[in-house]
């Protein structure tokens, strides 16, 4: 610690085992659950996770301090962590990973044992949210109360038969029809009459948000769903202390939109146009194309621009940019989606130029590393005290949380700073400002 830092806060050791339950086993969960089992067993390494690969510089540049985050931070390790899931369809993680097609058989099937014991809970889960999908592990209740306070018992369960100490939730669970917040959002009290009389505003993912806060499970909102992100449910993760943050990873198009127009930004560079489309043909694809659905996403993924190039500050270089995202459901692709740029920029003298991006990603390889950094950076937050929207983990997320009145953060670069300034400043280490100026006094 230097000088002038301050103490840490008061962090709970990563004692025990940590349980990850995601509502949802299907490409993105079971790619993230088999990874993590094959970088246990040594046949992997963490590829894209900040907690297990990314280091942090401490101090000065000239002190030479630059440990890993894991080893700075005191996160849960991945040899604790066990799984459970909840999913309308029964497969367990084997089958739902072979069917998903993400991995070669090469590295499923030596993990064949371990993924078949891991078999979803019933789900909370009603065709009305998610028109394209057919589920027969359902739960029934008298009403969405009721359905909601099952999955709190599912909740404890787990935790008794698993031996795990602590438990967080990221939804990896399919994007549901657009909902407007209304009224029952605004308070707990109006949230929680409203899962009693069954109000259509009430889609399942919030009721596990809310099942997740009222067991003290930090909950991460890996969908462009609604979710946790209503006044009502933050109202309770204030009170009980629990963090939770969202919404939808950032992964493909988005993250690159998030390296991009913050770039043409530091340069002055204007915008005449980006367009986006997509051709992918998983699971998620075949939600996306029932058009409900993908308003959700499209929602998430329109607002990203705007936030970044700030057209009411910047109206020369950025008033009235066209801006359309397209999502195709083609099957032969699978999981392995390919997205197309233009993007139209303006430079000197008004004069136009292109850029054109062709990316072919793979999806759930890209959002794996990510829910597992939300898991254990959750974990960590809520040891250390931190409860409500987690700002530092906007890094994950094409539409950030932010509290009310504020504008979230897009940029990826500040998104990384805020991220790992939130470490320093919880283990009580100084800010990195990168004013540099006392190397030259
Ligand atoms: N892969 C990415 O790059 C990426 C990026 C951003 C967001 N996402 C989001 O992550 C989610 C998961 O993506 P995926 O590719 O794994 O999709 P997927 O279709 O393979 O898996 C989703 C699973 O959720 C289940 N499900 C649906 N409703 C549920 C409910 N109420 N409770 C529990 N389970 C439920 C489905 O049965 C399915 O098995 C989607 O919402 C997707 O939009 C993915």
């Given at each position: 610690?230097?000088?002038?830092?301050?103490?840490?806060?008061?962090?709970?050791?990563?004692?025990?085992?940590?349980?990850?339950?995601?509502?949802?086993?299907?490409?993105?969960?079971?790619?993230?659950?088999?990874?993590?089992?094959?970088?246990?067993?040594?046949?992997?390494?963490?590829?894209?996770?900040?907690?297990?690969?990314?280091?942090?510089?401490?101090?000065?540049?000239?002190?030479?301090?630059?440990?890993?985050?894991?080893?700075?931070?005191?996160?849960?390790?991945?040899?604790?962590?066990?799984?459970?899931?909840?999913?309308?369809?029964?497969?367990?993680?084997?089958?739902?990973?072979?069917?998903?097609?993400?991995?070669?058989?090469?590295?499923?099937?030596?993990?064949?044992?371990?993924?078949?014991?891991?078999?979803?809970?019933?789900?909370?889960?009603?065709?009305?949210?998610?028109?394209?999908?057919?589920?027969?592990?359902?739960?029934?209740?008298?009403?969405?109360?009721?359905?909601?306070?099952?999955?709190?018992?599912?909740?404890?369960?787990?935790?008794?038969?698993?031996?795990?100490?602590?438990?967080?939730?990221?939804?990896?669970?399919?994007?549901?029809?657009?909902?407007?917040?209304?009224?029952?959002?605004?308070?707990?009290?109006?949230?929680?009459?409203?899962?009693?009389?069954?109000?259509?505003?009430?889609?399942?993912?919030?009721?596990?948000?809310?099942?997740?806060?009222?067991?003290?499970?930090?909950?991460?909102?890996?969908?462009?769903?609604?979710?946790?992100?209503?006044?009502?449910?933050?109202?309770?993760?204030?009170?009980?202390?629990?963090?939770?943050?969202?919404?939808?990873?950032?992964?493909?198009?988005?993250?690159?939109?998030?390296?991009?127009?913050?770039?043409l930004k530091a340069r002055m560079l204007g915008l005449a146009g980006w367009y986006s489309t997509n051709i992918l043909g998983n699971r998620d694809g075949e939600v996306l194309?029932?058009?409900?659905?993908?308003?959700?996403k499209e929602e998430s993924k329109l607002s990203v621009l705007h936030t970044i190039l700030q057209p009411e500050k910047y109206p020369d270089l950025y008033k009235d940019f066209?801006?359309?995202?397209?999502?195709?459901?083609?099957?032969?692709?699978g999981d392995n989606k390919e997205g197309w740029d233009n993007i139209d920029i303006v430079g000197w003298m008004g004069y136009p130029m292109q850029i054109k991006v062709n990316?072919?990603?793979?999806?759930?390889?890209?959002?794996?590393?990510?829910?597992?950094?939300?898991?254990?950076?959750?974990?960590?937050?809520?040891?250390?005290?931190?409860?409500?929207?987690?700002?530092?983990?906007?890094?994950?997320?094409?539409?950030?949380?932010?509290?009310?009145?504020?504008?979230?953060?897009?940029?990826?670069?500040?998104?990384?700073?805020?991220?790992?300034?939130?470490?320093?400043?919880?283990?009580?280490?100084?800010?990195?400002?990168?004013?540099?100026?006392?190397?030259?006094?």
């Amino acid at each position: 610690m230097t000088p002038s830092a301050k103490p840490p806060v008061n962090i709970k050791p990563a004692s025990g085992k940590l349980g990850i339950l995601t509502p949802g086993l299907g490409a993105v969960a079971t790619t993230f659950i088999a990874g993590v089992e094959s970088i246990r067993r040594g046949q992997s390494k963490p590829v894209g996770s900040l907690t297990q690969m990314a280091t942090i510089r401490l101090g000065k540049r000239t002190d030479n301090r630059a440990p890993l985050i894991k080893d700075f931070v005191p996160l849960t390790k991945l040899e604790d962590i066990v799984f459970g899931a909840w999913d309308p369809i029964p497969d367990d993680a084997y089958t739902a990973a072979k069917k998903a097609g993400v991995l070669e058989p090469q590295h499923l099937e030596p993990l064949k044992d371990f993924l078949s014991q891991i078999k979803p809970m019933p789900a909370v889960f009603d065709q009305k949210y998610v028109t394209r999908l057919v589920g027969t592990n359902v739960k029934t209740g008298k009403n969405k109360r009721d359905l909601a306070e099952q999955l709190r018992q599912d909740i404890r369960d787990f935790k008794k038969a698993s031996g795990c100490e602590r438990v967080v939730a990221v939804w990896c669970g399919s994007t549901e029809i657009f909902i407007k917040p209304s009224a029952v959002h605004q308070s707990l009290a109006a949230f929680e009459a409203a899962m009693e009389a069954d109000h259509e505003d009430i889609a399942p993912s919030m009721l596990y948000a809310w099942a997740c806060i009222m067991e003290d499970v930090p909950y991460n909102n890996g969908a462009p769903n609604l979710a946790v992100d209503t006044p009502a449910l933050l109202e309770l993760a204030n009170a009980r202390g629990v963090p939770v943050s969202g919404k939808d990873f950032k992964t493909g198009q988005t993250w690159m939109k998030t390296i991009i127009a913050p770039g043409l930004k530091a340069r002055m560079l204007g915008l005449a146009g980006w367009y986006s489309t997509n051709i992918l043909g998983n699971r998620d694809g075949e939600v996306l194309d029932d058009p409900a659905s993908f308003k959700t996403k499209e929602e998430s993924k329109l607002s990203v621009l705007h936030t970044i190039l700030q057209p009411e500050k910047y109206p020369d270089l950025y008033k009235d940019f066209s801006h359309v995202v397209r999502i195709n459901y083609y099957p032969p692709r699978g999981d392995n989606k390919e997205g197309w740029d233009n993007i139209d920029i303006v430079g000197w003298m008004g004069y136009p130029m292109q850029i054109k991006v062709n990316f072919l990603c793979r999806d759930s390889i890209l959002a794996a590393p990510i829910v597992l950094d939300l898991a254990l950076f959750s974990d960590f937050a809520h040891r250390a005290g931190m409860k409500g929207i987690q700002e530092w983990l906007s890094f994950y997320y094409k539409s950030p949380m932010a509290a009310a009145g504020l504008e979230p953060e897009h940029d990826l670069f500040i998104q990384q700073t805020k991220l790992k300034n939130t470490l320093r400043h919880l283990m009580g280490e100084d800010q990195i400002t990168h004013l540099g100026l006392e190397y030259y006094a």
